[in-house]
């Protein structure tokens, strides 16, 4: 079965950090790409940052660039989000997924999600 | 890239014909995704590259578009679909979703 499993999150002061992890099995981790995806409480969902296969390339929003850092480990199957400078327009339900390109899926899409991980950001 | 989704929410009968209209602000050929998210849950994929219904959604499912202008249409409304659509597109970075459709009783 396919499954990604976050954890890391919890309550943090503004100007805090906190290191999400996201941990994948059922498939071959390091043969996709991977994003993050944030929906604060009661609003939509915003893409937050994506890696490729080998860690070579990342992306990033606007407002979390110089804050927030997107890496992998493949041997141990996880995707960290390293979170600085902590604010509390952060704080939301943070969702790993797999992040099919072209020339791994054929297509792009985000596919499948983890269940998510609650960052509070407040004092 | 802004998506911008109509209507914003709608309600609707079990049976009905729904559609849900996603426009963004410059052409992204046909890569756009549909996901539906139900409250507490993670987004499930529906529907990418625009019209490729993704494997085990059901067959009342269906999109279409491209460029600028997408539909996502569920050809008759079952208890399950009750739930927050949104569309994204995947043409550029920063990848953006739409503000999402609820669609309620």
């Known amino acids: 079965e396919v499954q990604l499993v976050e954890s890391g999150g919890g309550l943090v002061q503004p100007g805090g950090s906190l290191r999400l992890s996201c941990v994948a099995s059922?498939?071959?981790?390091?043969?996709?790409?991977m994003t993050w995806v944030r929906q604060a409480p009661g609003k939509g969902l915003e893409w937050v940052a994506n890696?490729?296969?080998?860690?070579?390339?990342?992306n990033y929003v606007d407002s979390v660039k110089g804050r927030f850092t997107i890496s992998r480990d493949n041997a141990k199957n996880s995707l960290y989000l390293e979170m600085n400078s902590l604010r509390a327009e952060d704080t939301a339900v943070y969702y790993c997924?797999?992040?099919?390109?072209?020339?791994?899926?054929?297509?792009?899409?985000?596919?499948?999600w983890g269940q998510g991980t609650l960052v509070t950001v407040s004092s | 890239i802004q998506l911008t989704q109509s209507p914003s929410s709608l309600s609707a009968s079990v049976g009905d014909r729904v559609t849900i209209t996603c426009r963004a602000s410059?052409?992204?050929?046909?890569?756009l995704a549909w996901y539906q998210q139900k409250p507490g849950k993670a987004p499930k994929l529906l529907i990418y590259?625009?019209?490729t219904l993704q494997s085990g959604v059901p067959l009342r499912f269906s999109g279409s578009g491209s460029g600028t202008d997408f539909t996502l249409t569920i050809s008759s409304l079952q208890p399950e679909d009750f739930a927050t659509y949104y569309c994204?597109?995947?043409?550029?970075?920063?990848?953006?979703f739409g503000p999402g459709t609820k669609v309620d009783i």
């Open positions: 059922g498939f071959t981790f390091s043969s996709y790409w």
């Open positions: 590259a625009a019209s």
């Open positions: 997924a797999t992040h099919c390109v072209i020339v791994v899926c054929g297509n792009r899409y985000f596919d499948p």
């Open positions: 994204q597109h995947l043409h550029s970075y920063p990848i953006t």
């Open positions: 890696i490729n296969l080998d860690g070579s390339e990342k």
């Open positions: 410059q052409g992204i050929s046909s890569y």
